[in-house]
C-alpha cells in the first residue's frame, strides 16, 4: 500500500527557527545591494595634499540571506502562504526537493493547500516531476477531496494516467482508495483509464471496494470495459 508523509506534519523544531531567522533577515536585507560614502567632498584636481588625505570611496555588498529548502518544504506542506510569497521573492527555485525528491508542490498538493499550489504553479514549479517513488503531485492530490485542486493541476498539464514504481498506482487509483467520489467522477471524465491496473492485477474499483466505498467503486465500474 502507498505511504506518504503525515498530514499537516512539520518539520523538526530546529529546522523551523533557523528557517524562521532565515526569513526575518531576508525581509530586511533585500534592499542592502551596495552602500556608497557619498559625504566625502571630491577633491580639486590639483589639491594634491587634499586628495591624498581624502577618504576612499567604499561599497559593500550584501547578499540576500539564503532561505532553507526545509523551509519551503514546511510552509508548503503546512499551508503557510505568506512564508511562500517570501521565499518565491526571494528567489528560491520552486522545483526544490528534499531527501526524497519531492517538490514543494508535491507536499502543498497532499495536504490540499491549492493557493500555495496556484503560487507555485505561477513561479514556475512543474507539474510533472516525480519523487523517488515516481508519484507526481497529482498523485499526492488525489489522496485528498479538493477537486479544484485536481482540476488546476490537470489544467496545467499533469498526466493523469502515470504510474507510479512503487506498485504502479495511477491517480485515480489513489483517489479510489480513498473514497474521494468527486475526484474520482472529474478523473473519470478527464478520461482516466478505469481499466488500469496494478502489479497485482488489481483496480481502482478493486480498491474502491476493498476500502468501503461500494458506490466509487460502481462508478468506476461503470466506465471498464
Not at 58 to 64: L, N
Not at 70 to 82: Q, R
Request: proline letters at 6%.
Amino acid at each position: 500500500m502507498y505511504t506518504f508523509p503525515q498530514r499537516n506534519a512539520s518539520i523538526p523544531s530546529s529546522f523551523r527557527s533557523l528557517a524562521i531567522k532565515s526569513v526575518s533577515i531576508a525581509t530586511l536585507g533585500f534592499g542592502l545591494v551596495a552602500c556608497t560614502d557619498s559625504g566625502s567632498e571630491t577633491p580639486k584636481s590639483n589639491d594634491v595634499a587634499d586628495t591624498a588625505k581624502a577618504p576612499p570611496t567604499t561599497s559593500v555588498s550584501v547578499e540576500a540571506p539564503s532561505i532553507p529548502v526545509e523551509f519551503i518544504m514546511d510552509s508548503a506542506l503546512n499551508g503557510n502562504v505568506e512564508a511562500i510569497r517570501l521565499a518565491l521573492e526571494s528567489g528560491i527555485d520552486p522545483n526544490v526537493t528534499d531527501a526524497d525528491n519531492r517538490t514543494p508542490l508535491m507536499l502543498a498538493a497532499f495536504n490540499t493547500h491549492t493557493e500555495i499550489a496556484e503560487r507555485l504553479l505561477e513561479a514556475g514549479a512543474r507539474v510533472d516531476m516525480r519523487d523517488s517513488t515516481n508519484r507526481t503531485a497529482l498523485m499526492f492530490a488525489c489522496t485528498g477531496p479538493d477537486v479544484g485542486l485536481v482540476s488546476l493541476l490537470l489544467r496545467r498539464g499533469a498526466n493523469i494516467n502515470d504510474i507510479d514504481s512503487h506498485e504502479s498506482w495511477t491517480p485515480l487509483m489513489f483517489a479510489a482508495a480513498e473514497g474521494h467520489s468527486g475526484v474520482v467522477q472529474l478523473l473519470l471524465n478527464s478520461n482516466a483509464d478505469p481499466n488500469a491496473a496494478d502489479i497485482d492485477g488489481e483496480t481502482s474499483a478493486y480498491f474502491a471496494r476493498q476500502r468501503g466505498f461500494p458506490e466509487v467503486a460502481e462508478m468506476i465500474e461503470a466506465k471498464m470495459k
